[in-house]
């Protein structure tokens, strides 16, 4: 079975850091693209970041952009978010996706999805 | 990037079809067959419906459909059912962005 466990979530004050990790079982890794989405409090889904398998394709959101880092540890089976200058309007919970497309470097479609880990940014 | 539009809220009697559109640009929807949908119940993570327009995953029911004309993307739901309430968001390959989302549906099954 294909499962996706995010960690690391948790409070943390403005301007602060926060690294999310993403467990990934039941397929092979190292031959997906993989991505973070995240979902404010009573809001919609917004894309975040993705990273084509071996790293080489990188993508961000303009809101995050210079602030947050996507990174993959193919050995450990592990998707990361570095999350640095960490605003209010970063709370959300993140969830892991993996690609839907195996043959694809550009984040197509999402399938599936972790069950997200919430991060509060306040003071 | 800007959003794709969603109506806000959707409803239908069991056994009755709906279709929820999505409505983007020339620069997302309208340029790419890259348009996903996913379905997510209160609590619960994004489950994906359809994607590139109009495939259905494995598992997903036939009631379910995608389709595309110009800038606007929709989706149907045939044959409503209680389980179909939930909340659906569009989604679509913009090109340098790369991403957007639409702002979500809430599909209430009366």
């Known amino acids: 079975e294909v499962q996706l466990v995010e960690s690391g979530g948790g409070l943390v004050k403005p301007g602060g850091s926060l690294r999310l990790s993403c467990a990934a079982s039941?397929?092979?890794?190292?031959?997906?693209?993989m991505n973070w989405v995240r979902q404010a409090p009573g809001k919609g889904l917004e894309w975040v970041s993705s990273?084509?398998?071996?790293?080489?394709?990188?993508y961000y959101a303009d809101s995050v952009k210079g602030r947050f880092t996507i990174s993959r540890d193919n050995a450990k089976n592990s998707l990361y978010l570095q999350m640095n200058s960490l605003r209010a309007e970063d709370t959300a919970v993140y969830y892991c996706?993996?690609?839907?497309?195996?043959?694809?470097?550009?984040?197509?479609?999402?399938?599936?999805w972790g069950q997200g880990t919430l991060v509060t940014v306040s003071s | 990037q800007s959003a794709l539009t969603q109506p806000a809220s959707v409803s239908g009697s069991p056994g009755q079809s709906i279709t929820i559109s999505c409505t983007g640009t020339?620069?997302?929807?309208?340029?790419?067959?890259?348009v996903s949908w996913y379905q997510q119940h209160p609590g619960k993570a994004p489950k994906l419906m359809i994607y590139?327009?109009?495939k259905r995953p494995s598992g997903v029911s036939n009631r379910f459909s995608g389709s595309k004309s110009g800038n606007t993307a929709s989706l149907t739901i045939s044959g409503l059912q209680a389980e179909d309430e939930a909340d659906y968001y569009c989604?679509?390959?913009?090109?340098?962005?790369?991403?957007?989302f639409g702002g979500g549906t809430k599909l209430t099954v009366l």
């Open positions: 020339s620069s997302d929807v309208g340029s790419y067959n890259l």
């Open positions: 039941g397929f092979t890794f190292s031959s997906y693209s």
């Open positions: 590139e327009g109009s």
């Open positions: 989604c679509s390959y913009a090109g340098s962005s790369p991403v957007v």
């Open positions: 996706a993996r690609e839907g497309d195996q043959t694809t470097v550009i984040p197509n479609w999402f399938d599936p």
């Open positions: 990273i084509s398998s071996s790293s080489s394709y990188i």
